[in-house]
């Protein structure tokens, strides 16, 4: 079965400082997809990334990036100089095929707090 | 416009009602679905509709009742609640099958009293 596990419940920072995000995920496929998403006060689940399990290079845009590493079965999110707007609840999923659609799983979620 | 809109933002009824969620998807996604997402507890799926067709039903009660009346709606009626159903309930669409990336709404907050 599928299991995403998010371990930090929650997280404060001082604004600039860097955190990581932490996402442990366990599988039986060997194709699966991982997503992280940004769930503002707003209520929206804003899609931040997607990656493959063939796609094992780390990704970075802007002050966020992902080090995805199969060996440990973990997919983890830096925010670099973080932001007073980056203050958000973040979710790690995990994907299941779904006959035409996308079953998504997703972790307990990490807030982020970022103090000015 | 957004992408996926829901409405109402917010509800509150009692046991013994029966109102309506709405869903509605701009982005010509082929995809809808349903998802519930309780205090301290992951997201979870509800009911899954791929070409107007529901694929999943996981195991959710009969109180909660899915229609899906072409590929850009989607409601989620709702009948003789229980307060542990008070939840943010999210629709989101998808368009690429398996590893497609979900778009979310903002979701309706209900409250059963």
């Known amino acids: 079965a599928q299991k995403v596990t998010q371990a930090q419940t929650e997280i404060s920072v001082v604004e600039k400082e860097d955190v990581t995000l932490d996402c442990v995920y366990e599988t039986r496929d060997t194709t699966y997809y991982l997503f992280w998403y940004k769930q503002p006060p707003s209520g929206e689940l804003v899609f931040l990334i997607r990656r493959n399990s063939f796609d094992e290079q780390n990704e970075i845009s802007g002050r966020y990036s992902w080090n995805f590493q199969k060996s440990t079965s973990s997919f983890n999110f830096t925010i670099t100089a973080s932001q007073v707007v980056d203050s958000a609840v973040y979710f790690c999923a995990l994907s299941e095929p779904l006959r035409g659609a996308n079953n998504l799983f997703f972790g307990t979620g990490t807030r982020l707090t970022v103090i000015p | 416009e957004t992408g996926v809109t829901q409405t109402p933002r917010h509800l509150v009824m009692g046991m013994t009602n029966k109102k309506s969620l709405k869903c509605e998807q701009h982005l010509g996604h082929n995809a809808m679905y349903w998802y519930k997402q309780s205090a301290k507890k992951p997201l979870e799926l509800m009911f899954v509709?791929?070409?107007?067709?529901?694929?999943e039903n996981n195991s959710v009660p009969s109180r909660f009742s899915p229609e899906c009346p072409n590929s850009s709606h989607l409601f989620l009626h709702l009948h003789t609640l229980q307060p542990e159903d008070s939840a943010l309930y999210l629709c989101?669409?998808?368009?690429?099958?398996?590893?497609?990336?979900?778009?979310f709404g903002s979701g309706t907050q209900l409250s059963v009293l």
């Open positions: 989101a669409s998808s368009q690429e099958g398996f590893g497609g990336k979900l778009f």
């Open positions: 509709y791929s070409l107007e067709e529901r694929v």
